[in-house]
């Protein structure tokens, strides 16, 4: 056999191992456009008109959640792996830890409840990445708290542009992998 | 180390890395399977017929309701058969 046809066959499915862990781990790609979407429209409410901000998050996060679960009860049923059950405590988990600090701790409305909120997502993808041996994640998610970290500390008043931003291209990177994978 | 004749076609391949990717005892739905794989029905069921022939996956048939519902997992034969034929793969890149 040739050098050439084992890379390519090598290739195939180191590809293929990939793109399954990511499609699993991302529900799909949905798991992006619901949380980009929700991110961004918030963000930008909060940019231009913070007073909106903040019934549009305590609207559209439960139903984001809520749909979230859905999602990954529906993937459950297809793909019925120990990591697929992982990612979902892990998720269940870091919500309610982080509804019960939002009820009788710190509710997010000012940057130092934000901020909780970015870095507790940014874990949950660094973890997911690191569960699911996916680096995209992991980096994701490492770059979620970098970015999180510099605006809190060098330009406060650029935060909910920069979260904007981000929820974007989540959002958007969501919509490209869902055109990919739904047939 | 030997390649595997019957892994070393190139959609056999894909699946098998994609079962073998989701980790051991992951069971996976027919239908993902071919919306993954990009398969018709009749293909996939056709490469699928191969491997469990071989004992490289096993088909498990169920309901979800009413709905049939057809399940494929990797047996820890198919598991070690695809890791070995990446690893023969990986000689051949390597020895040059």
Excluded: C
């Excluded at chain 2, 894909?14 to 239908?31: C, I, K, N, Q, Y």
Aim: charged share 15%.
């Amino acid at each position: 056999m040739r050098r050439e046809e084992a890379r390519h066959l090598l290739e195939a499915a180191q590809a293929s191992e990939r793109e399954a862990r990511l499609r699993v781990a991302l529900l799909g790609g949905w798991y992006l456009v619901l949380w980009g979407g929700v991110w961004a429209l918030g963000y930008l409410l909060l940019a231009l008109r913070p007073a909106w901000a903040g019934p549009f998050f305590a609207l559209t996060a439960p139903l984001a959640t809520l749909l979230t679960f859905y999602l990954g009860f529906r993937q459950g049923e297809a793909v019925r792996s120990e990591g697929g059950l992982l990612t979902f405590a892990l998720w269940g988990l870091l919500t309610l830890f982080y509804l019960l600090h939002w009820a009788f701790l710190l509710p997010p409305r000012g940057l130092e409840g934000q901020s909780f909120l970015v870095s507790l997502v940014a874990f949950g993808l660094a973890l997911t990445g690191a569960l699911w041996k996916a680096r995209e994640l992991f980096l994701g998610g490492l770059g979620l708290f970098l970015l999180a970290l510099l605006l809190y500390r060098l330009f406060p008043e650029g935060w909910p542009w920069g979260m904007a931003l981000v929820g974007l291209f989540a959002l958007l990177l969501g919509a490209r992998l869902v055109w990919r994978w739904t047939p | 180390m030997a390649l595997d004749p019957l892994i070393h076609q190139e959609t056999r391949l894909r699946l098998m890395a994609l079962l073998a990717a989701l980790g051991e005892e992951a069971e996976v739905e027919f239908s993902w399977l071919k919306n993954a794989l990009g398969l018709t029905e009749g293909n996939l069921a056709s490469h699928l017929q191969k491997l469990e022939e071989a004992g490289y996956v096993a088909v498990r048939k169920g309901f979800v309701g009413r709905r049939p519902k057809t399940w494929v997992r990797l047996t820890p034969k198919g598991r070690a058969a695809y890791l070995a034929h990446r690893e023969a793969l990986l000689a051949i890149l390597q020895g040059g």
